[in-house]
């Protein structure tokens, strides 16, 4: 059964740094996408950042510049930088993974998730 498990969340002051790492399980991660979405309250989730097995980032524009995606496919672990944080960044971030090589930003696309991380960005 394929798990996936999202920690690193935390209350950070804007301008401020976090690490998100999302450890999976049960599954043949090494050739699946994963990715990083959000959702704030009352709001759609929305797709943040995407990598493939081959390393090639995807993310969306609202975070070129401040985030970064990574993955270790030895330990089955992704990873999502985030910098500069702003309040707007406040969310519940889900970790997920799509059984393709090809990256998307739907998130009907992709097949397993997490349960979430909180970030919250306030002063």
């Known amino acids: 059964q394929v798990q996936l498990i999202e920690s690193g969340g935390g209350l950070v002051q804007p301008g401020g740094s976090l690490r998100l790492s999302c450890a999976a399980s049960?599954?043949?991660?090494?050739?699946?996408?994963m990715g990083w979405f959000r959702q704030a309250p009352g709001k759609e989730r929305e797709f943040v950042a995407a990598?493939?097995?081959?390393?090639?980032?995807y993310l969306a524009d609202t975070v070129k510049g401040r985030f970064t995606i990574s993955r270790d496919n030895a330990k089955n672990t992704v990873y999502l930088q985030m910098n500069s944080l702003k309040p707007e960044d406040t969310a519940l971030y889900y970790c997920?993974?799509?059984?393709?090589?090809?990256?998307?930003?739907?998130?009907?696309?992709?097949?397993?998730w997490g349960q979430g991380t909180q970030v919250t960005v306030s002063s």
């Open positions: 049960g599954g043949t991660f090494s050739t699946w996408l």
């Open positions: 990598i493939t097995w081959k390393s090639a980032p």
């Open positions: 997920a993974v799509r059984r393709s090589l090809w990256s998307s930003v739907r998130p009907s696309d992709y097949d397993y």
